[in-house]
């Protein structure tokens, strides 16, 4: 196989070149995409995308330096190697992380399943077709006040990876990844929904439809109202989107990375970060130094978080271009007990954040009033999500779908009895 | 410059063009980029990255009907595998890396020199130790990135644009203990142009400055609201008309998605906004966009009235009333997009400490980190990294690491002083739309408006958008 050979051959050169210790990473990709944007203008193509890169370590321990080169272009791979051993010149005195010499190697029978043969498999007029299927859907969807102004981009992406150190580690891996975006204006602006999964049939239309349903059309203004108890507030359910709670929790793993330690919350609920849960869009079979990538907790209840080991996020290679950077890979939040659907008469229902701010966030949902018409607003919530997460918060539909954002994110809906709200000018 | 590249740019696109039938139109693209940064941490040198690559795209369209394709590698090879995948409607296997040769391969080259290697490694060392000595205390961390990038387009005329462009972009972050954290992110078109346009003693200057704002309790300070006059400082004030100038771009036009299309009153009188690409040594200049065109001087508001917008070929040919010449790309993975080159805007008659000076409270930005727009709404978000509060002229407070959230139509209506000093930016900001970013510059005098509120205040994560 010809990136074993290259890989293995880039190593061996930068060994000769006086790296004392080498990786050597292969990435090829081949992405195909259909885009049915507004104006009835239909974009498809793909793009081939093949690279090689170079980690080389001079010296050892403090005194270590590296250096990295990457290229596409297929320059020889000696001279690659010769570029990388040039940069860790340069970086002398620097002390990167050394890979370490003895790693574990996946065992054969336990990776995650991350390949889709009917992705492989299937042709651009299946592509188009899956397009013109979501296209249908959100039909209905206009029917409820949507207008017609919508663009639907599926993308369906088959990935190699080839990774070969000195110490002799040689890890393949096939992967695939399909993702859909839909755009689309409502009251608030251009929203966005993405979600993605390495499987091609995982992408159905018919879910979308109720999550479009629930986006305010184009039309009138947009309140202000400030979720929380205080002067003025008047009571009701509120509803945290899949969308929205999935974008939160990306918050809290960042804060958990930061300070390098599990947030601890009174909720039940476990906020994990899995880069090895099958089929999910951030699985990975090998961590970007060729090691097994493990689950952590990044957020629970004490006794799940107290006594764990300290945060190390799963170093990770996206692309050959950057060498491998800590990162959250599949964020999953489970275990919040079920309930109850909100009273729709009385109800806020915040669908996307606009902006955020360390704990505080700017929402745009839609306040459910009895008997008059639902009011497109803008809510500001100061407080982080475990808070909500404290006042017993019930999941509702659960989406099973990860969605795009900081990180790949799952979350069901939170749903939130009695909670104060307030008008604000 | 070579012209193999042109020769198999043109002979491929006229083959592919006369398979897909009259009326199709098209160009074909190669790219060429090299990237090698330099990082200093903690007083010493740190990792050398560099990046290089190559690689071909062709972009055919007939009607509404628009095909593209991009292939990594040599321009021969990446041409080559371009028209397999347009030939093909199934998926192969991704092919293995070519090795074969179609354009001589600058990367080769990178290894050999050591000389600009030595030289950014020793301008980093020699920033970094005269920082600390102005501002001890601090840990310092630096990465300057130099940027080659060449490009070839040949349209269906068979004309062939070649260009090439260079930068060299400095980040300064630093952390005192305590936790005060203070970000600077600068650049020019070379490194001796770095080292004259952002002198040592201006950066230590403004590092202190955001240092002292991060270290202020912010409890101090005035609130922004609403109906605080805010004062963007000249170079700053690009942030918030590139913002307003994202609902400009062809493309969302012609969709029904930019809020300028519901809107006829226009902005206010005191502006008048170009974009103009042509004008050298700003980080958004080219002579040829993307798609091959001649970069176009392109007026989008004159004196409060829009009368323009950014176009590429496909809108043009939809609307003739618009003229190509913003297509760009950030690399040949991706198809050209409307989008702005250096944002232009006219220096007003006020005197900019005359408009520091009036009675009243004025929150002064001069930095911004990024910014973003949601075209439609209108609906703005600013990260602050670097400001001042005044109050009758007289300063009360420093400001750092804030986030102004308002609404950029309203802004825009709400101008009411522009002043006399326009100056450049700082010379390392980037237009992101849709996760992909392009250079772009800006050349604005100090303007004053209204209609922002501080979202909240202190240390945050960095955030999507147009960076700085």
């Not at chain 2, 098209?26 to 090299?34: I, K, Q, T």
């Amino acid at each position: 196989m010809k990136p074993v050979a290259d890989a293995r051959r880039a190593v061996a050169a930068a060994r000769a070149a006086g790296a004392g210790l080498a990786d050597a990473f292969h990435r090829c990709s081949h992405t195909r995409f259909c885009l049915d944007g507004p104006g009835d203008r239909f974009t498809e193509g793909s793009r081939l995308e093949d690279g090689l890169a170079i980690r080389a370590w001079l010296g050892r321990d403090r005194d270590a330096a590296w250096g990295f080169a990457a290229s596409t272009d297929g320059e020889p791979v000696a001279k690659l190697a010769e570029r990388a051993v040039w940069a860790a010149r340069g970086g002398c005195g620097s002390s990167g992380a050394m890979p370490a010499e003895e790693r574990p190697l996946p065992e054969a029978g336990r990776l995650p399943s991350t390949f889709d043969g009917e992705l492989l498999r299937a042709s651009q007029g299946e592509l188009r077709r899956r397009v013109r299927r979501f296209r249908k859907a959100t039909a209905v969807a206009r029917r409820q006040g949507l207008p017609a102004a919508i663009s639907i981009a599926l993308t369906a992406s088959v990935i190699e990876t080839t990774l070969v150190t000195t110490s002799g580690t040689v890890l393949c891996a096939r992967s695939t990844l399909a993702a859909v975006q839909v755009r689309f204006p409502t009251a608030f602006g251009l929203c966005r929904l993405e979600y993605a999964s390495c499987r091609l049939s995982d992408l159905e239309p018919a879910p979308l439809v109720a999550l479009l349903a629930a986006y305010p059309a184009p039309a009138g203004g947009m309140a202000r109202v400030a979720v929380g108890d205080g002067p003025g507030s008047v009571t009701g359910d509120l509803v945290l989107a899949a969308p929205l709670v999935a974008s939160l929790v990306g918050g809290v793993a960042r804060r958990a990375a930061a300070a390098g330690a599990a947030v601890s919350w009174d909720s039940g609920a476990v906020l994990l970060d899995d880069p090895l849960r099958a089929w999910a869009p951030g699985t990975l079979p090998f961590d970007g130094e060729g090691q097994v990538p493990h689950r952590q907790v990044l957020a629970g209840p004490p006794g799940r978080v107290e006594g764990t080991a300290p945060l190390r996020l799963t170093p990770v290679r996206r692309s050959f271009k950057a060498p491998p950077a800590p990162a959250l890979t599949n964020l999953i939040l489970n275990g919040v007990p079920g309930g109850g659907p909100a009273d729709r008469a009385h109800c806020l229902v915040l669908l996307e954040v606009a902006a955020s701010h360390g704990s505080t966030v700017l929402a745009r949902g839609v306040w459910q009033r009895r008997g008059r018409d639902d009011l497109p607003v803008l809510a500001r919530l100061d407080q982080p999500l475990e808070t909500w997460l404290d006042r017993q918060a019930r999941a509702g539909s659960d989406p099973g779908r990860f969605f795009t954002g900081v990180a790949f994110a799952t979350a069901p809906d939170l749903i939130l009895k009695g909670v104060g709200l307030r008008p604000q000018p | 410059m070579t012209s193999a590249p042109g020769d198999l740019l043109r002979g491929t696109l006229n083959a592919v063009l006369g398979r897909t039938g009259p009326g199709a139109r098209g160009e074909a693209f190669a790219e060429r980029v090299l990237r090698i940064t330099h990082y200093r941490d903690g007083k010493r040198k740190g990792p050398v990255l560099t990046r290089g690559g190559q690689g071909a795209a062709l972009r055919l369209w007939a009607g509404k009907r628009v095909q593209f394709v991009a292939a990594d590698g040599k321009v021969g090879p990446a041409l080559r595998a371009c028209v397999r995948q347009l030939e093909s409607c199934t998926v192969d296997p991704p092919p293995t890396r070519s090795l074969d040769s179609g354009m001589p391969g600058p990367l080769a080259q990178a290894a050999g020199r050591d000389a600009a290697g030595t030289h950014a490694a020793s301008y980093l060392e020699g920033l970094e130790t005269g920082l600390s000595r102005r501002l001890p205390g601090v840990a310092w961390s630096l990465a300057l990135q130099i940027t080659d990038r060449s490009t070839w387009v040949v349209s269906e005329d068979g004309d062939l644009h070649a260009s090439q462009w260079r930068w060299s972009r400095l980040r300064v972050d630093a952390c005192r203990e305590g936790g005060a954290e203070a970000h600077w992110t600068g650049g020019a078109p070379d490194m001796d142009r770095l080292c004259r346009v952002h002198p040592l003693p201006v950066l230590a200057r403004r590092m202190e400055d955001q240092l002292r704002g991060a270290d202020a309790s912010p409890s101090r300070r005035p609130v922004c609201t609403a109906s605080t006059p805010v004062l963007f400082a000249a170079g700053a004030a690009g942030v918030v008309l590139h913002e307003m100038v994202h609902g400009l771009e062809a493309d969302l036009l012609q969709s029904g998605w930019s809020r300028w299309m519901s809107d006829s009153h226009g902005v206010s009188p005191l502006l008048t906004l170009w974009d103009d690409p042509t004008r050298p040594g700003l980080h958004g200049s080219y002579r040829y966009d993307d798609e091959g065109c001649p970069a176009d001087r392109q007026l989008l508001v004159r004196r409060g009235r829009i009368v323009g917008c950014l176009g590429d070929r496909l809108a043009a040919e939809a609307r003739p009333d618009i003229r190509p010449g913003h297509g760009r790309r950030p690399s040949w993975q991706e198809p050209p997009m409307p989008r702005s080159g250096n944002l232009c805007l006219a220096a007003g008659d006020d005197q900019v400490e005359a408009v520091r000076g009036e009675r009243g409270l004025l929150l002064v930005v001069r930095d911004l980190e990024s910014g973003a727009t949601d075209p439609r709404s209108g609906d703005l978000t600013l990260q602050v990294t670097e400001g001042e509060w005044l109050e009758n002229g007289r300063f009360i407070a420093p400001v750092s690491r804030m986030v102004l959230v308002g609404n950029v139509v309203n802004l825009m209506r709400r101008v009411d002083r522009v002043c006399s000093d326009r100056a450049a930016d700082a010379g390392a900001a980037t237009c992101s739309r849709e996760g992909a970013g392009v250079p772009i510059g800006f050349l604005t005098p100090s303007l004053r408006t209204r209609g922002l509120r501080v979202l909240e205040e202190g240390a945050a994560p960095p955030e999507t958008g147009d960076r700085r």
